[in-house]
């Protein structure tokens, strides 16, 4: 079974209210750009999914594939909480990399602000290892979603990685 799970519509759990702009289905509208300094830069197109089945989580999924091949390159797979009474929010994510991550981070109108907390891997992981995340996601003027990913590894300080928007599909 994929994660995040679609199940009849139900409330939104008041906890997550300030996330209500990240729901639905967002699709690449133009191919994102990646880069870093050990790899050749790459066009990416992606689809994110965030839903919610009415506890105090939101549910989320992000799909990326290469631009021109449309061969699969990332998957992330999660859940979104925010301390109550606070605008302070976590990502749990698991990613088919074998990387798993806590980011954690602020929430301020309709921007998150997230770096890395906590980062486990499978003991077979590939070398160099990921030591820092941090992620921007934005819900711009134009209503499109936008988002920065930087990652800094243990021989390379934190550097952008991703930039890419998205349109609301649903």
């Not at 549910?59 to 990326?64: I, L, Q, R, S, T």
Request: hydrophobic content about 40%.
């Amino acid at each position: 079974m994929a994660c995040p799970v679609n199940q009849p519509a139900m409330e939104l759990n008041p906890a997550v209210l300030p996330l209500d702009w990240l729901l639905g289905t967002w699709e690449s509208d133009e191919p994102g750009e990646g880069s870093f300094p050990s790899i050749s830069p790459f066009r990416y197109i992606e689809t994110l999914h965030f839903s919610h089945v009415g506890q105090p989580v939101i549910n989320f999924m992000f799909n990326a594939f290469h631009a021109e091949s449309r061969k699969p390159l990332h998957r992330e797979c999660g859940f979104i909480r925010i301390q109550p009474g606070t605008n302070n929010v976590a990502f749990i994510i698991a990613q088919n990399s074998g990387l798993v991550e806590i980011e954690e981070g602020e929430l301020i109108g309709q921007q998150l602000t997230l770096h890395s907390r906590a980062l486990a891997r499978t003991s077979f992981a590939k070398e160099p290892y990921v030591q820092q995340i941090s992620r921007l996601i934005q819900l711009r003027p134009d209503g499109r979603l936008e988002q920065t990913v930087s990652m800094g590894l243990e021989n390379q300080p934190l550097t952008q990685h991703l930039h890419i928007t998205y349109r609301r599909a649903s």
